[in-house]
């Protein structure tokens, strides 16, 4: 049977992507969150090479990514009755799940955590990809430590092409943010330590119980507690825009709008990107990284982005937005 050229092209791709990591290369792979950085998540010199390439902190540990939940068993202590819902209800999907960890895990991959992070990401070339290794994939948000998450292949290309052997390109990433980290404290109750698109509320129905956000300042999520992903250029975040206009007059600004345009209303924005005319929070967080690359290759002297209402992901894209002003 003839496939269509592009099919031809698609399985070429994931099958070179294979190669690369079965030789504990770094292959670039996109999920539906943001692109990963990923290696054979049980090999300490690809992992290695991940922590290099990024010049992140060896005690940030990593996501291990499997394409369902039977493959995750090996590495965790037991599946309790509440994991199985959450996969049964959100996998593969934006959501990754702190559990015990076995032996199976290197300590390199957690930094020396007794928990392990999982997730089974939704994208159909990597969910290919993970079924046809024999490993999990190893895998951060594919930025410099520090920099802004990228949401399409070429973002990956301009901060990290030269240390990676490729990138496998799956198009624009369906949600724009990193994935909602959940795990239970010592009571058992869920807590939230990362927010993302999957929210409490939506938890709560599955689980018939609310989590609580994570609050202590300890070193159990380290990749939570610094200023991370932000852009190059000074960064405000403010729900006040003409008041930030006023206090920067003279400077070059660009401004990451929510929902209105005020460039046609306000004076002293040198460039403009709206996110969503509509209002749709879920496609401010889709465009959100984006934006941000964009205007950072600009040459601005200040970034200001627009906070979004408190409800449902707002919430999440507002707590990252509090972590990407740089100082
Ligand atoms: O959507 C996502 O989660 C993306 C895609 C590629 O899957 N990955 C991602 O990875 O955002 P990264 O490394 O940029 O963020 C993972 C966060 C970090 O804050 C890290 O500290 C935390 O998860 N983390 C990872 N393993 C952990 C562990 N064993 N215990 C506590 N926190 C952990
Ligand atoms: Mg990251």
Redesign the pocket.
């Known amino acids: 049977m003839k496939f269509p050229d592009f099919m031809e092209s698609k399985n070429s791709d994931i099958i070179r992507a294979k190669a690369f990591l079965e030789q504990g290369a770094l292959v670039a792979?996109p999920?539906?969150?943001?692109?990963?950085?990923?290696a054979n998540g049980t090999s300490k010199a690809a992992i290695q090479g991940i922590y290099s390439a990024k010049g992140?902190p060896s005690n940030?540990?990593?996501?291990l990514?499997f394409p369902n939940l039977k493959a995750i068993q090996p590495f965790v202590d037991s599946i309790s009755e509440e994991v199985q819902l959450l996969a049964d209800a959100f996998w593969p999907g934006?959501l990754?799940l702190?559990l015990p960890?076995s032996d199976k895990v290197l300590d390199i991959?957690?930094?020396g955590?007794?928990?392990?992070?999982v997730?089974v990401?939704n994208h159909p070339k990597t969910l290919e990809l993970l079924a046809q290794l024999d490993f999990p994939l190893a895998?951060?948000?594919?930025?410099p430590s520090g920099y802004i998450?990228p949401t399409q292949a070429s973002h990956v290309e301009q901060q990290l092409g030269n240390k990676i052997a490729m990138v496998l390109d799956g198009g624009a990433c369906q949600?724009g943010?990193?994935?909602t980290?959940l795990?239970w404290d010592d009571q058992g109750q869920p807590i939230i330590?990362?927010k993302?698109v999957i929210t409490a509320e939506a938890i709560e129905k599955v689980l018939h119980k609310l989590p609580q956000n994570h609050k202590a300042k300890t070193l159990?999520?380290?990749?939570?507690l610094s200023l991370h992903n932000a852009p190059n250029t000074k960064t405000i975040v403010s729900a006040q825009i003409k008041q930030v206009l006023t206090e920067h007059a003279k400077k070059t600004i660009g401004l990451i709008s929510f929902q209105q345009h005020y460039s046609t209303k306000l004076k002293g924005i040198s460039e403009e990107i709206t996110l969503s005319i509509s209002g749709s929070l879920e496609e401010v967080a889709q465009k959100l990284n984006a934006a941000m690359h964009t205007m950072d290759l600009l040459g601005l002297d200040i970034i200001i982005i627009e906070k979004v209402p408190e409800t449902g992901v707002g919430k999440a894209i507002n707590d990252r937005l509090t972590r990407s002003m740089s100082q």
């Open positions: 792979i999920t539906e969150t943001v692109y990963g950085l990923a992140r940030n540990p990593l996501i990514h934006p990754t702190l960890k991959v957690t930094a955590l007794p928990r392990v992070a997730r990401p895998a951060p948000s594919a930025n998450s949600k943010l990193e994935s980290i795990g330590y990362r993302g159990e999520a380290p990749g939570m």
